[in-house]
């Protein structure tokens, strides 16, 4: 069965007073069509309605043939860039929907657009950030610039990922996007670039416009409890908390249920909706814990737990997490310097997903609309989400990302 | 925006030791310092710079670093930098003490700029990181040497195999190995190895000659053995091309020489001692040839194989290790002992030469005289001009300090702009005088930095041995007080120790010490001084003045005081709660008299205030949290204090006066009383110094700058108050001037905020004819043509 998720043509072409010529689209489409190739084309011809097409974003369900879907979208899209990324469910502007591939378009003379990919990630995520942060030097220079990121979330600490990126592109340039998913089987997530599907990589596209883009990031959680001293941890392992074992801690404090003591499936599900609070200056930094090591005692973590630093056992619920949605969106309008959003992406937890329910998430994905006011929305459920636009951090977990364009 | 939680800096500054900790080199400690303290500071960029350079940044495009923007921005106060696409970044840049001094900078977007706790963990992560680079140097160093010793070990293994029967070398290697190791005198390391050459060649004759360190065209013979004593004496200093161990140095390799007396090089002493064959090989410092080790023999058969010029040179690469060590022994001696900037001693060195010379003056009887000097206005220069202009300024009173000092007198570094010398053998008071008055005079010649003359003086503390202090840390201590004593006295001089500063200095601790607790102890009251409209007699405002009732006693005078605050900072945290108190009591009373025109406000700013980057945020609090209307405030500044930074004050005036608050000159005509600063700032009242109006019924020199103040006032809109007066002939005078406004004990003290609301009342009561406790009515006014308006506005809103 075909769905198509999202009205195609979603606005008019804006304009920048004065220069009629301009002008800027941005389209998004879905489908959870079976065959690869179909579903693939079917989406990016419901995405591209304009000329001039710039650059096409994937999001896809692993269950798809990624290679075939790819060529599908080709055969729309042609040689126009494209980046993309597996997901752990998709997010379009009528719902949330698993299985399928949403595709986001953008188009017209008013962007700017490069790409590029990293492979081998794992070995120096650094480098891979610094790699793909190059494409910001190739873009022509406009007003507002944002550089993109898709990640493989399972190859170690994405800070890292960030911190490479940002020593490349600097300040000036904010940095967003995502960590691809796998549906969460958390074995291997996949990456593409142009015809390509690549496996721990890192895929990049800057993004320069006429007009302002807005970045909005929230997650809704709050501390419970006294903090404990991270005592002993190497980058994302947490081996001890208050000196004793991190595991032990971790599922006592919470009074875990008796199956995610033993079985890893059962523990990743329960830490979904418990994750650890780190002290940071404006407030404290989320980390997703990922899995738990029942031999060693120690459990493991997206991005960096420091050692020597606090941290808490972090809850929420339906409520903080949807407020959380809603200022996440209105954060990323208010910087659209009073202009109309002409498309809006989304990199939502995976975490996230599992505290609201899939009630919840359709609620989530039904505000996100709301706030777009028709626009194209179009994003994933995510391993890790990526945000800088103050400071220098820029990694975040069980968090909500949005990004406005206008 | 405020951290959340005390613990917040102590943890931030845990992660960022165990981060920096775990480096490897220096570039990757520094990388990720501005790296994590980025992350806890939540800063758009970061960067360390030393010497004059960026060594590594972050936030900024690769390749676009604004070097000279981030170097100008790490030697001032306050600064910002302007980032393309982000727009004006708060800096702020701490130093980083270690033993090449560099500078940890940071720079965020937000307009609020760094919160002290911030500043705080920022110096304390400085310090971490200065004591990782530090022992990143040492751990460098120590694996060089291991490197050297290991291919030592490598080139002994390789002998080993080829001279398995000379067991005996290797041994005495290891034994010259060991002494070096265990850092045996340096001739005793050499004799070693000429003895070991001699005993494992076999030869008669061997020598170990160095190329003179002040004469490099000559050799010295360092150690011999085998050589008659009118042999050894006569070639005991020999040119450098001369013999087979001049030729190996010339040559830098291994001289052999079968027929010594057929051979241009011989040296005439030993061709005349029959001597045969002789081999020489180089001796190397840090790469370069500085010496030769050789052998030679009187017997004729005398035929060198390769195994045994191998072993020459296995010793000479000894002895270059011996020298090397020895060097960098020496080197490391006075890095650890000399300040890296001016290469003077530091203070460990001169404490030890000091107590070396008080234990000679012990036993000799004589006096050892120690002065402590200490750079004025310094700090005023690297403000200023940067660091790097004070650093070349320190260097070159370094300098100026040797230069003027006898070959037996000692100058160090202390530390930041303290320096000291030692001076020994002087007998009596006036030698000492005399070295301190060397100095006021070396320094007397303006020095240039960086294109600029720069006029420097010392404040110099004088103390002399014997004076009841014999150990070194009490004799530097009492120079220190005579220092601290001469500054006040004046900049530029010097004054000798005596025994009664000692009190002094403890009356000054105890001052410092109350003060602390007066501010915790809510000990500090305001009192308030009438502000007199000379024309309507009202009280129009008051201006606000610190005292402190210190518990039990009489309140402390301000003159006492307000200096020591000044200096330990205290007057910041003490002039926030006046400004606070005093418009809280104000707006009491405003709201008391009901509506007419509004009692206005006259608080005092001193320049340490003025130069607090959140002065404006704290006024701004200060109105939200009185409900004060700014437009009833006026805040008093000097002269002096527009003077420091000028273009700051310049700016925070400007940010001040954009609120709606007036502001006043204070103490005019006292200072430089510029027309400048009238025509520069933005200045809506000027206060005529009491020692003006003390003169006005004379007809004095005072009372003519009375009059062209005020003139100058009414011709430049700028509204006048009359300070300090005391007579009813004064306010005469001051009426006839056209003077608006005037305070002082004519009208009434200062009073407690209870006696001020009494004569409040009593003035509604009985209008234009103020008079109450503490006040003196105003005599009748003469008539006067105009009515002015604008200073009720200044002062009142």
Redesign the interface.
């Known amino acids: 069965m075909e769905r198509i998720f999202t009205p195609t043509e979603l606005s008019a072409p804006a304009a920048l007073p004065g220069t009629a010529s301009a002008t800027r689209w941005v389209g998004s489409g879905a489908s959870s069509t079976a065959d690869s190739r179909t579903a693939g084309a079917e989406a990016a011809r419901a995405a591209v309605r304009g000329d001039d097409l710039k650059l096409l974003v994937v999001f896809a369900s692993q269950s798809h043939d990624l290679a075939a879907l790819l060529a599908g979208i080709r055969e729309v899209g042609g040689d126009a860039p494209l980046i993309g990324c597996s997901t752990a469910g998709e997010i379009a502007a009528d719902g949330p929907g698993d299985a399928g591939v949403v595709v986001t378009a953008l188009g017209g003379p008013g962007f700017s657009i490069a790409t590029a990919a990293a492979g081998n990630a794992a070995a120096d995520l650094r480098r891979a950030g610094?790699t793909v942060?190059e494409c910001?030097?190739r873009v022509e220079p406009r007003p507002h610039?944002v550089l993109l990121l898709l990640t493989d979330g399972l190859a170690g600490d994405q800070q890292e990922v960030v911190?490479g990126a940002?020593?490349?592109?600097?300040?000036?340039?904010p940095l967003v996007g995502g960590c691809a998913g796998d549906d969460l089987k958390m074995t291997r997530t996949q990456q593409l670039c142009g015809g390509e599907v690549l496996v721990d990589s890192v895929v990049a596209a800057a993004i320069a416009s006429d007009a302002p883009l807005g970045i909005g990031v929230r997650h809704g959680w709050r501390r419970v409890g006294d903090?404990m001293l991270v005592t002993a941890s190497t980058n994302n392992r947490v081996l001890t908390l208050d000196d004793h074992p991190a595991l032990d801690v971790y599922l006592d404090r919470l009074d875990a249920p008796a199956e995610a003591r033993t079985d890893p499936a059962a523990f990743t599900r329960f830490a979904l909706t418990h994750p650890l609070g780190l002290?940071?200056?404006?407030?404290?930094e989320v980390r997703f814990v990922a899995e738990a090591d029942f031999a060693d005692r120690s459990i493991g973590c997206i991005a960096e737990v420091?050692?020597?630093?606090?941290a808490w056992m972090m809850e929420g619920d339906g409520e903080s997490v949807l407020g959380a949605t809603d200022e996440a969106c209105l954060d990323a309008l208010s910087a659209l310097e009073g202009r109309d959003p002409i498309g809006v992406m989304a990199f939502d937890c995976i975490a996230r997903r599992g505290v609201l329910g899939e009630e919840g998430i359709r609620e989530e994905v039904r505000r996100i609309g709301l706030h777009s006011g028709g626009a194209p929305v179009a994003g994933f459920y995510t391993y890790g989400e990526i945000a800088r636009t103050?400071?220098?951090?820029g990694f975040h977990n069980q968090t909500l990302v949005v990004l406005a364009l206008s | 925006m405020t951290p959340s939680g005390g613990s917040w800096s102590t943890q931030q500054l845990s992660e960022f030791l165990v981060a920096v900790a775990g480096c490897r080199d220096e570039a990757s400690a520094v990388a990720g310092a501005i790296q994590w303290a980025a992350e806890a500071m939540e800063a758009e960029v970061a960067a360390v710079v030393r010497d004059g350079q960026v060594i590594d940044a972050v936030g900024f495009p690769r390749g676009h670093v604004p070097e000279a923007e981030l170097l100008a921005a790490a030697g001032t106060r306050a600064a910002t930098l302007s980032v393309d696409g982000l727009g004006e970044l708060r800096i702020v840049s701490v130093p980083i003490e270690g033993s090449v001094p560099a500078r940890l900078v940071l720079g965020r977007c937000d307009p609020a700029g760094f919160h002290a706790e911030e500043i705080s963990l920022l110096r304390a992560m400085a310090r971490g990181l200065a004591l990782s680079i530090d022992n990143l140097h040492t751990l460098e160093r120590e694996r060089r040497l291991r490197e050297v010793s290991e291919a030592q070990a490598a080139d002994n293994l390789r002998l080993l195999g080829m001279l398995q029967e000379r067991q005996a070398l290797l041994e005495r290697l290891s034994k010259i190995q060991v002494s070096i190791s265990r850092r045996a005198p340096l001739h005793e390391v050499l004799d070693a190895i000429v003895a070991g050459a001699g005993e494992l060649l076999g030869d008669e004759v061997v020598g170990l000659r160095l190329v003179d360190r002040d004469d490099p065209d000559y050799t010295t013979m360092v150690s011999t053995s085998g050589l008659s004593e009118e042999l050894a004496s006569q070639s005991r200093r020999s040119r450098v091309t001369e013999g087979a161990g001049g030729r190996a140095i010339v040559e830098d390799r291994l001289i052999v020489v079968q027929d010594y007396a057929g051979a241009e090089l011989a040296i005439e002493a030993f061709v005349g001692a029959d001597l045969r064959t002789a081999m020489g090989a180089p001796v190397h410092e840090n790469g370069r040839p500085v010496g030769s080790i050789v052998v030679a023999s009187f017997r004729p058969d005398r035929v060198y194989t390769d195994t045994e010029r191998e072993m020459l040179l296995a010793f000479a690469h000894h002895a270059s290790m011996a020298l090397n060590d020895a060097k960098a022994v020496e080197e490391m001696r006075h890095l650890a002992y000399h300040d890296s900037l001016t290469g003077l001693p530091n203070r460990a060195l001169f404490t030890e030469h000091l107590e070396r010379a008080l234990a000679r003056a012990r036993r000799g009887g004589s006096r050892v005289t120690v002065l402590f000097l200490d750079l004025d206005r310094f700090k005023m220069v690297n403000d200023s001009l940067g660091h790097a202009a004070g650093d070349h300024l320190l260097v070159a009173v370094g300098e100026r300090l040797r230069e003027s000092l006898r070959a037996t007198d000692v100058a160090a570094r202390l530390g930041g702009d303290e320096f000291a010398v030692l001076a020994e053998d002087s007998e009596v008071e006036a030698d000492a005088s005399a070295v301190a008055q060397r100095i006021v005079e070396a320094l007397r010649e303006p020095i240039t930095v960086g294109g600029r003359e720069l006029s420097v003086t010392a404040s110099i503390g004088v103390a002399v041995s014997g004076c009841g202090e014999s150990d070194a840390e009490a004799l530097l201590r009492n120079a220190d007080l005579a220092m601290y004593r001469a500054k006040v006295d004046g900049l530029g001089s010097y004054l000798v120790f005596e025994q009664d500063m000692h009190t002094v200095l403890s009356q000054r601790v105890e001052l410092e010490t109350n003060l602390r607790r007066a501010i915790a102890g809510d000990e500090f009251v305001v009192h308030y001084q009438p502000i007199v409209n000379l024309v309507s007699e009202e009280i129009v405002g008051v201006e606000a003045l610190v005292r402190w009732a210190r518990a039990g006693q009489v309140l402390v005078s301000p003159a006492e005081f307000i200096p020591v605050a000044e200096d330990m900072g205290l007057i910041v945290p003490i002039g926030r709660w006046v400004l606070v108190e005093a418009m809280r009591q104000v707006r009491e009373w405003q709201d008391d008299r009901g509506l007419g025109n509004p009692l206005g406000l006259s608080v005092n700013l001193s320049a340490r205030q003025l130069r607090q980057p959140e002065l404006v945020d704290d006024i701004i609090e200060a109105l939200r949290s009185t409900r004060f209307d700014p437009a009833c405030l006026t805040l008093e500044i000097t002269e002096t204090a527009l003077m420091r930074d000028t273009g700051r004050a310049l700016a925070t005036l400007h940010d001040l006066r954009s609120l709606g608050i007036r502001l006043a000159l204070d103490d005019f005509g006292t200072g430089y009383s510029s027309l400048s600063y009238l025509r520069q700032f933005p200045i809506d009242v000027i206060k005529i110094d009491k020692s003006f109006v003390d003169g006005i019924a004379q007809g004095s020199e005072e009372a003519a700058v009375a009059r062209a103040v005020i003139e100058l006032g009414r011709t430049l809109s700028i509204d006048t108050v009359a300070e300090g007066v005391e007579t009813t002939h004064q306010l005469d005078q001051l009426r006839l001037l056209r003077c608006n406004y005037a305070q002082g004990y004519l009208f009434s003290r200062p009073l407690a905020a209870e006696a001020l609301e009494n004569l409040l009342r009593a003035e509604a009561a009985s209008p234009r004819r103020a008079g109450s406790d503490g006040l003196i009515a105003i005599p009748q006014p003469r008539p006067v043509q105009r009515r002015p308006r604008r200073m009720e506005r200044a002062v009142r809103g």
Do not use: D, F, H
């Open positions: 610094a942060g910001v030097e610039r911190r940002y020593g490349v592109v600097g300040a000036a340039v903090p002290s940071r200056r404006s407030g404290e420091p050692q020597g630093g606090l103050r400071g220098i951090s």
